[in-house]
C-alpha cells in the first residue's frame, strides 16, 4: 500500500466547478504539503500545513484552499476552478525537523476545459 | 528572490557511463540542497541531500557535489543504468521560518541501452 494516496488519479472538469483532490497517508508526519506541477516549471508549492491547526499558503495559493482534517488528512479544493488551473497535483508529507526529505503521493492529473 | 535552476534540460547517456546532472541556486540562505527523481507516472522520489556547510556527499551510485562559491550543485550517478531514466529536479530547503522547499525546472535523463 502508497505510504501517501492521492484521489482521484485523474479528473476532468469545467470551468466554474467545484473540485476537490484528497491525500492521506499513513506515515504518521505531521507536515503535509499541496504542490502544482507544469511542464517547464518543476514544482510550486500551493499550501502547507505542519499540524492541524497551522496550514500556510505557498507561492501559488490564489485560487485553491485546504482544509486539515486530521493528521493523516490533507484536501486541496479549487472553488471554481478555471482553465489554467489544468496541471498535475501532489501531496507530500515530512517528518517535523526534515522537511527537505518530501514523500509524495502519486499525483492527480486534473483537466479544466 | 529564491531562484533554483538546471543548465541543460535534456541529458543523454550511454549505458555503463557516468551521468552528471548540473544546478544552479541562487540563495544563499538555504540549509540544505536535494535531489529528486522523478519516474514516468510517478511522484518525485527523494534521492539524496547535502547540508550547505558540506561540499561532497555519497550514496549508493550517487554523489553530491555544493560549490557554494559558484551556487552550484551537481549530482554524479555512476554506472549509468536503464532504470536511471527519470526526471531529476535540485532543490534548496530555506533555512528560516517554515523551512520551505523550492524546487528547480528538471533535467530529462535518457539513458540509451
Known amino acids: 500500500d502508497a505510504d501517501v494516496t492521492q484521489t482521484p488519479r485523474n479528473r476532468i472538469t469545467k470551468t466554474g466547478k467545484r473540485i476537490m483532490l484528497e491525500c492521506s497517508q499513513t506515515k504518521g508526519h505531521d507536515r503535509m504539503y499541496w504542490y502544482r506541477q507544469d511542464p517547464g516549471l518543476g514544482l510550486r508549492l500551493i499550501y502547507y500545513?505542519?499540524?492541524?491547526?497551522?496550514?500556510n499558503k505557498g507561492e501559488i495559493s490564489d485560487g485553491y484552499s485546504v482544509s486539515r482534517q486530521a493528521q493523516a488528512k490533507f484536501s486541496l479544493s479549487l472553488e471554481s476552478a478555471i482553465p489554467n488551473q489544468t496541471a498535475l497535483y501532489f501531496c507530500a508529507t515530512s517528518e517535523t525537523g526534515s522537511a527537505e526529505k518530501l514523500f509524495f503521493g502519486s499525483g492527480t492529473q486534473l483537466s479544466v476545459l | 528572490g529564491e531562484s533554483v535552476g538546471l543548465h541543460l534540460p535534456t541529458l543523454s547517456v550511454q549505458e555503463g557511463d557516468n551521468s552528471i546532472i548540473n544546478c544552479a541556486y541562487s540563495?544563499?540562505?538555504?540549509?540544505?540542497f536535494i535531489w529528486y527523481k522523478q519516474e514516468s507516472g510517478k511522484g518525485p522520489q527523494f534521492i539524496i541531500d547535502i547540508r550547505s556547510n558540506m561540499d561532497k556527499r555519497q550514496g549508493q551510485r550517487v554523489t553530491v557535489l555544493l560549490n557554494k562559491t559558484v551556487k552550484h550543485l551537481s549530482l554524479q550517478i555512476a554506472a549509468t543504468q536503464p532504470g536511471d531514466s527519470a526526471v531529476y529536479f535540485c532543490?534548496?530547503?530555506?533555512?528560516?521560518?517554515?523551512?520551505?522547499?523550492?524546487f528547480g525546472t528538471g533535467t530529462k535523463l535518457q539513458v540509451i541501452p
Open positions: 540563495n544563499s540562505a538555504s540549509d540544505y
Open positions: 500545513s505542519f499540524d492541524v491547526k497551522d496550514i
Open positions: 532543490a534548496e530547503r530555506n533555512s528560516g521560518g517554515y523551512q520551505k522547499v523550492t
